[in-house]
């Protein structure tokens, strides 16, 4: 059945970073195809992703004090300003979108201050008087996948050309490359001919999810030496890890991206490796396939790459297996420092095919919400 639009107003939340505004993407379009306006409540660490969502009319920020590796201190003047707001839009409904570990509540108390009308969320806690619509999710779930049911408990449907996989908006930002010397060239200024760049993103939000800078400096020589363009981004805090990794044999995009400017670097490569962090979503988002260097600390089943081809890699049943720890709690890191760059070499050629020439479309491994 064809959702069917009305006049209602409605509000989605998702206060967490930008990979995580990024996996609530298909929810956001199945509100915006079934209502009037959808805006989207965001915290700083997600704006620039609420600025690629389709669907969102308006992006509106608030740093909760209960949501965040970093939480601000409880802010009076900031919490009375966000009430303001929601009573001035005067929202039929808010959807409230959380990861399985987090309440909505504290969002949902505010929403009923800002005279939201309905307010729907997914809890595990008695609401009382804060939810219209309690939605119990199932285990298992893919977080892309539980925030979409949350929508349809709220009474939307994604349209029937929609598939329901992560997106961004278009157009992106045109990206340059510099030329970058590859060891495998007999004329060291000269780039292989016809060769496809991968990325290579050796930070992550946490360090428990991410590699050690010797191990991805490792992996990007091996890349190198394939015959691929390598291309190392990060964010400005990053350009330390990533000039190291980098190198004499890389591109080295460390702090130089926006996160609409990583997207387009992003989309023109064959082939994407990174860690379970906010990238793995962006490249999802635009299509790139993904070997996911991802730490158990969180379940794969959830935070996997979600609606393209990716190929897992790291020793899934380790120590930290579902601790949540933000720094390995295990001498060694050894979830990633099992992996070797022979096993990233041959994940890549997996699913992208050798450095200089199409894939054969044979690795369509590990895809999850592929809908169409």
Same mark, same amino acid.
């Given at each position: #059945?064809? %959702?069917?639009?009305?006049?209602?107003?409605?509000?989605?939340?998702?206060?967490? =970073?930008?990979?995580?505004?990024?996996?609530?993407?298909?929810?956001?379009?199945?509100?915006?195809?079934?209502?009037?306006?959808?805006?989207?409540?965001?915290?700083? !660490?997600?704006?620039?992703? %609420?600025? +690629? +969502?389709?669907?969102?009319?308006?992006?509106?920020?608030?740093?909760? *004090?209960? =949501?965040?590796?970093?939480? *601000?201190?409880? &802010?009076?003047?900031?919490?009375?300003?966000?009430? @303001?707001?929601?009573?001035?839009?005067?929202?039929?409904?808010?959807?409230?979108?959380?990861?399985?570990?987090? !309440?909505? /509540?504290? #969002?949902?108390?505010?929403?009923?201050?800002?005279?939201?009308?309905?307010?729907?969320?997914? !809890?595990?806690?008695? *609401?009382?008087?804060? /939810?219209?619509?309690?939605?119990?999710?199932?285990?298992?779930?893919?977080?892309?996948?539980?925030?979409?049911?949350?929508?349809?408990?709220?009474?939307?449907? /994604?349209?029937?050309?929609?598939?329901?996989?992560?997106?961004?908006?278009?157009?992106?930002? @045109?990206?340059?490359?510099? %030329?970058?010397?590859?060891?495998?060239?007999? +004329?060291? !200024?000269?780039?292989? *001919?016809?060769?496809?760049?991968?990325?290579?993103?050796?930070?992550?939000?946490?360090?428990?999810?991410?590699?050690?800078?010797?191990?991805?400096?490792?992996?990007?020589?091996?890349?190198?030496?394939?015959?691929?363009?390598?291309?190392?981004?990060?964010?400005? %805090?990053?350009?330390?890890?990533?000039?190291?990794?980098?190198? &004499?044999?890389?591109?080295?995009?460390?702090?130089?991206?926006?996160?609409?400017?990583?997207?387009?670097?992003?989309?023109?490569?064959?082939?994407?490796?990174?860690?379970?962090?906010?990238?793995?979503? +962006?490249?999802?988002?635009?299509?790139?396939?993904?070997?996911?260097?991802?730490?158990?600390?969180?379940?794969?089943?959830?935070?996997?790459?979600?609606?393209?081809?990716?190929?897992?890699?790291?020793?899934?049943?380790?120590?930290?297996?579902?601790?949540?720890?933000?720094?390995?709690?295990?001498?060694?890191?050894?979830?990633?420092?099992?992996?070797?760059?022979?096993?990233? =070499?041959? @994940?890549?050629?997996? /699913?992208?095919?050798?450095?200089?020439?199409?894939?054969?479309?044979?690795?369509?491994?590990?895809?999850?919400?592929?809908?169409?």
């Amino acid at each position: #059945m064809t %959702a069917r639009r009305t006049r209602t107003r409605a509000l989605a939340v998702r206060l967490d =970073s930008d990979g995580d505004v990024l996996l609530a993407g298909p929810a956001v379009r199945a509100l915006a195809s079934t209502y009037g306006q959808v805006d989207l409540l965001v915290s700083g !660490s997600g704006l620039q992703a %609420a600025a +690629l +969502l389709p669907g969102v009319d308006e992006v509106l920020r608030f740093d909760a *004090p209960w =949501s965040g590796f970093e939480p *601000p201190r409880v &802010d009076r003047e900031a919490v009375v300003d966000l009430v @303001a707001a929601l009573v001035a839009r005067r929202y039929d409904l808010a959807v409230i979108f959380t990861s399985y570990h987090q !309440s909505p /509540l504290p #969002m949902a108390l505010l929403a009923r201050l800002g005279g939201v009308r309905r307010v729907v969320a997914t !809890s595990e806690d008695y *609401p009382g008087s804060l /939810l219209d619509v309690r939605h119990q999710r199932p285990p298992g779930l893919h977080e892309a996948e539980a925030a979409l049911q949350l929508a349809r408990a709220a009474g939307a449907q /994604l349209p029937p050309d929609d598939d329901g996989r992560l997106a961004v908006r278009r157009p992106l930002p @045109a990206v340059q490359l510099p %030329a970058v010397r590859l060891p495998s060239v007999p +004329l060291p !200024s000269v780039p292989v *001919p016809g060769a496809r760049s991968v990325v290579v993103h050796p930070g992550a939000s946490v360090p428990a999810r991410a590699p050690s800078p010797r191990d991805a400096r490792a992996l990007a020589e091996r890349l190198a030496h394939d015959g691929w363009q390598v291309v190392v981004t990060g964010s400005a %805090a990053e350009r330390e890890l990533t000039a190291f990794v980098a190198g &004499d044999h890389a591109v080295d995009l460390g702090g130089r991206t926006s996160l609409a400017e990583l997207a387009a670097v992003l989309e023109a490569a064959a082939c994407v490796v990174v860690g379970n962090t906010g990238p793995a979503h +962006l490249a999802a988002a635009v299509g790139t396939p993904v070997v996911s260097l991802f730490a158990p600390v969180v379940p794969a089943s959830r935070w996997a790459p979600y609606g393209v081809p990716y190929l897992l890699l790291g020793d899934q049943s380790a120590a930290c297996r579902g601790t949540r720890a933000r720094t390995c709690p295990v001498a060694g890191h050894p979830c990633l420092a099992s992996v070797t760059p022979d096993e990233v =070499s041959d @994940a890549v050629v997996r /699913l992208a095919g050798p450095p200089h020439r199409a894939p054969t479309g044979a690795a369509r491994i590990g895809i999850e919400g592929a809908h169409a």
